[in-house]
């Protein structure tokens, strides 16, 4: 099979790597992370993209695979009643932060709800890779990183969450789901 099939927006070409652990960047979109955007994080933007920005180029360096998971939604989405429309699919808002776009061999996983795991095939693409472990940074700590973190450790995956690398528009909630995926999912908090 050609390794060189497309998987989202970006082919995976090149996608092997020696390292069993991969790097997740959830969410880092316009909609969260631009003064403009709909779901807008506020003053925490700038420190999360910096530092995710960190983890990118490590992980680049040590040739671990960079797996950007992406909120994309229809117009008409059912989230939408508890949350401000957002990161609809070809919007500005869907899109990954020019500091931070993928790069040829990146994954691109498109998803629908708070796990990126639920409803696309991140688990098969990790395990056809022999990922066992994943390092999750991005926005917002409090939704789609718990709950990416949650169905990772249900899946068997070891889980690690930088600490700087992670934020939400809701401080204390941002404390209380590092406190939830260390304590209760057994996470490495860094």
């Known amino acids: 099979m050609d390794l060189a099939h497309r998987h989202g927006e970006i082919s995976v070409r090149r996608w092997r790597s020696v390292a069993r652990e991969a790097l997740l960047v959830i969410d880092m979109l316009g909609d969260f992370l631009a003064p403009e955007g709909s779901l807008f994080i ?91 472990k994943l390092i999750l940074t991005g926005v917002c700590t409090n939704i789609c990183v718990l709950y990416t973190a949650a169905d990772a450790r249900m899946r068997g995956y070891e889980v690690e969450v930088v600490r700087e690398a992670v934020a939400s528009f809701d401080p204390a909630a941002h404390e209380f789901a590092l406190q939830e995926m260390e304590k209760t999912l057994g996470v490495r908090v860094r």
Do not use: N, W
Not at 43 to 50: I, K, L, S
Not at 77 to 86: N, Q, R, T, V
Not at 98 to 122: C, E, H, I, N, W
């Open 42 to 132: 506020g003053a925490a933007a700038a420190g999360v993209e910096r530092a995710v920005a960190g983890e990118i180029a490590r992980a680049r360096e040590q040739r671990r695979p960079v797996v950007y998971i992406c909120d994309r939604h229809r117009p008409d989405d059912a989230e939408f009643a508890m949350f401000s429309p957002h990161c609809i699919a070809a919007s500005p808002g869907a899109e990954v932060v020019p500091a931070l776009k993928p790069q040829p061999g990146d994954l691109v996983v498109p998803k629908r709800r708070y796990s990126a795991f639920y409803g696309t095939d991140l688990d098969l693409s990790l395990r056809e890779k022999g990922i066992d």
